[in-house]
């Protein structure tokens, strides 16, 4: 008998299946084209042949004609379009698609000006290692071609010069075959690891061109062929007897797929090692953080928030965000032997910073970390005595005082019991041991760039993708980020994507308030001004009512934690009926003791 497919499998099957429900939305009258007939119905062609589903956008005049080809030559499927009320929502949502695809979706900006709107979102997806392909659209390149005014302010000459420093490849094609080669080769660079956004940019009057010529049918596959990237056997041998001849090791598991092969084998690989893992909220979850070995995700790798450091003499990294940051314990050259498994440094440019320091390395495998550690553990083998069962990590059942996050994450457990949930955001002040993660999809990490206003976009592209997948989108918001991204709400309804969001809203900019408060201690001066230019106050912004205005039902403002259970039980159930729910939930102004400690140690 077959077995079921898993959740990962079904989630990542909707990179080739649209969902009915969205299907069935804004059907347009049959137009009759059958043969394309201008070159954006060439770009149109294209898009199809990748088997994309979904095409996220914000409409605008420069690529009026792609937008016809979508509508009137495809009949809006594959893909179909999502309407976004922001640009940036677009590309969010393409970003959120792809942290639980592994694929790339469409989404289309408007000349310049909807490029500077999508640049933040641009800039996550890039720094969140995510593969996004943005089609945008100048005015006529052909200046007599331009129409007075608003086609000349909406064409640059180097359009993509906005960008390139965080984006794989960009492109301007000038006919209608380079635009589909554009795309192939845009979308295979996008889905090659490590992923990344990429942007196309078609000339308006090349969309508009009419077309006597069909282009020669292509198969696809041939021009985009998978690229596995191994480590050479010799360095394989060479980690696994570095790493067997080890005292004690320490796994940074770090960028990693949802797949659950690859989940499993890193469990294998800590358990034959004996090693214990740590792991970073900023990225999805990447071991099971109920596992024996499970160490944290601590904002820095100290003595008192990792037991056992005194022993370790090898690190392992699995493409760890921040190498050089974890190793700053072990001082300036680094007293234990590191092992660094990754492809990153291929992508790092002299613009962003966002590579990090430069991390000491004693062996260096350039190479998928899902491809290598299976290898790892061929040579390793399975471990012979048993793994050794550290200190429990310090847990308490005592009520935290005040009203605060973690009395979030205590009623959702209460509410939620085993059910399958995948969160697609969590607040920066989230301690990663108030929620398990069990399985790769638990959670899909942080949005990468740290550009506020990114969690709603990104949670409805994760919910869309979710669909189907028999699991729970929580998106748990901070308020300043659900402000700047709230309008995404609006599409998640209107398309019928069914997503709780949970705000936690302290009516404040905080993090901002602790270093406007180490400010004033460095330089002796009021703490107690540290509020002025962060509070949202006076009057405060119903957040409840911001979601019911995009269409979503909303609760709250909760302002009791005796509240809370009862709103997301009414919260979800809502869910389950197809519907977005907005949780409004009046958390006060501040960190617990232990995590301002680890935002100070850790350089916030």
Known sequence: MTPPPSATARAARAETKADPAVARLERPTPAGANAPGFGSDVIADALRLLDIPYIALTPGASYRGLHDSIVNYLGNTKPQMLLCLHEEAAVAIAQGYAKVTGKAMVTAVHSNVGLMHASMAIFN?????????????TGPVDAVKRRPWIDWIHTARDQ?????????????PASPGAAREAILRGTWIANTVPHGPVYINFDAELQEMKVSDPLPPIDPARYMPPVATAAPAELVRQAAALLKDARQVLILAGRASRSEEAWAARVNLAEALNARVVTDLKIGASFPTDHPLYAGSPRAI????????????????LDWVDLAGALRHWGSTPSVKVVQISLDHRIHNGWSMDHQGLPAVDLLLSADPDLVVPELMKEIGKSTKPYAVPAPRKTTDKEPSGF??????????????????TYTHLPLSWDDGWVTFKHPLDYIGSDGGGGVGGGPGISVGAALALKGSGRLPIAICGDGDFLMGVTAVW??????????????????????????ERMARMRNRPVENKWIGQRMSEPE??????????????FGPITKPADLAAALQKAIAEVDAGKVAVVDVR????YTAIMTAAMTRAGN
């Open 404 to 421: 605060t996050n973690e009395h979030i994450a205590r009623a959702l457990r209460k509410v939620l019991g085993d059910r399958p949930v």
């Open 491 to 516: 599409t998640a309804v209107h398309y019928k994507i069914p997503l709780l969001f949970v705000l936690a809203n302290n009516r404040s900019f905080y993090n901002d308030e602790l270093h406007q």
């Open 541 to 554: 912004v119903d957040l409840a009512a911001m979601g019911r205005a995009q269409g979503a039902q909303g």
């Open 587 to 590: 958390v006060e102004p501040g």
């Open 302 to 317: 100290t003595p008192d928030a990792i037991g056992g450091l005194e022993n370790v003499d090898v690190v392992l990294s």
């Open 125 to 137: 997806a890039w720094c969140d290692r995510m593969p996004v392909v943005v089609l945008g659209a």
């Open 160 to 172: 993509g010069a906005l960008i390139r420093e965080y984006t794989k490849w960009d492109d301007q």
